[in-house]
Nanobody, 128 residues
Framework: QLQLVESGGGLVQPGGSLRLSCAISGFTTLDSYAIGWFRQVPGKEREGVSCISGSGSRTSYADSVKGRFAISRDNAKNTVYLQMNSLKPEDTAVYYC????????????????????WGQGTQVTVSS
């Protein structure tokens, strides 16, 4: 059973940076798993933020975070990262990492239905 644990959330001022981590366990070959980051605020649907293929060769981003966020992975450390720069108050949300098995260079669309495994989430608050 694949398990994902997020960390790195917190309170940051507008314009600041945070790096989220997603530690993954329970797999056989991690490069078979695409990893996505999603976020959710109360009363709204979960929003796809970014995704990286199993090999790390391909990535995708929501328009709202392009140029500010960067996703990466270190399969040797079983960890995926989301570097968030130039943070805005509207980035405030609970951030979740999610995964599913796909062809190693495939990036699934940023829809929650494309991911079957989820972490518990980490709160990111952007406020002065």
């Amino acid at each position: 059973q694949l398990q994902l644990v997020e960390s790195g959330g917190g309170l940051v001022q507008p314009g600041g940076s945070l790096r989220l981590s997603c530690a993954i366990s329970g797999f056989t070959t991690l490069d078979s798993y695409a990893i996505g980051w999603f976020r959710q605020v109360p009363g709204k649907e979960r929003e796809g933020v970014s995704c990286i293929s199993g090999s790390g060769s391909r990535t995708s981003y929501a328009d709202s975070v392009k140029g500010r966020f960067a996703i990466s992975r270190d399969n040797a450390k079983n960890t995926v990262y989301l570097q968030m720069n130039s943070l805005k108050p509207e980035d405030t949300a609970v951030y979740y990492c999610a995964s599913n098995s796909y062809y190693t260079d495939y990036v699934p669309g940023l829809f929650a239905a494309n991911f079957g495994y989820w972490g518990q989430g980490t709160q990111v608050t952007v406020s002065s």
